[in-house]
């Protein structure tokens, strides 16, 4: 049986190793922390990496530890302890700032970082990232009482997004 715990205290483990500098979870498994379950697939988890620079995105160092430390990797995927994890390097500005601002919760005793509600709409409204799954959740977590309208509106207007 997959464990989540096993898979987030992998991701501790990764920014204790230097292999990534920050991470936050993202995705629907964001969305759990905040509100109701969601379907999902995989562990979406955005990342900083210690020397990203420029628009070439070196991965090597994770998978490397990924190997090293007895993890599968399946297609874009590490499968720690039966759970699919894809990592994201930070893409832009907003990304940066929702990991940066990410909230440290606790799953199991476990300290995990998770991308604001905010942050998750916004990032869902994201021109690139905008689908009709994503905006059904940005909808959900909109409506619910965990997200500060005042904020969500500053990122919306800061980022030039909009529904």
Not at 117 to 128: K, T
């Amino acid at each position: 049986m997959a464990s989540f715990a096993t898979a987030l205290r992998a991701l501790n483990d990764l920014k204790q190793a230097d292999v990534i500098r920050e991470y936050a979870i993202g995705g629907a498994i964001g969305v759990v922390f905040w509100t109701e379950p969601v379907l999902t697939y995989d562990l979406d988890v955005f990342i900083v990496l210690p020397s990203q620079e420029g628009p070439i995105v070196n991965l090597t160092p994770l998978y490397q530890w990924a190997a090293r430390s007895g993890y599968q990797t399946l297609a874009e995927h590490v499968i720690v302890d039966g759970v699919p994890v894809q990592f994201f390097p930070s893409h832009n500005e907003l990304c940066d700032e929702a990991i940066r601002t990410a909230q440290t919760l606790e799953y199991e005793g476990i300290e995990v970082r998770v991308i604001r509600p905010e942050y998750l709409v916004a990032l869902w409204l994201e021109p690139e990232a905008r689908t009709a799954k994503r905006r059904e959740r940005a909808a959900a977590l909109m409506e619910s009482s965990v997200t500060d309208q005042a904020v969500l509106r500053e990122l919306l207007d800061r980022y030039k997004l909009s529904w």
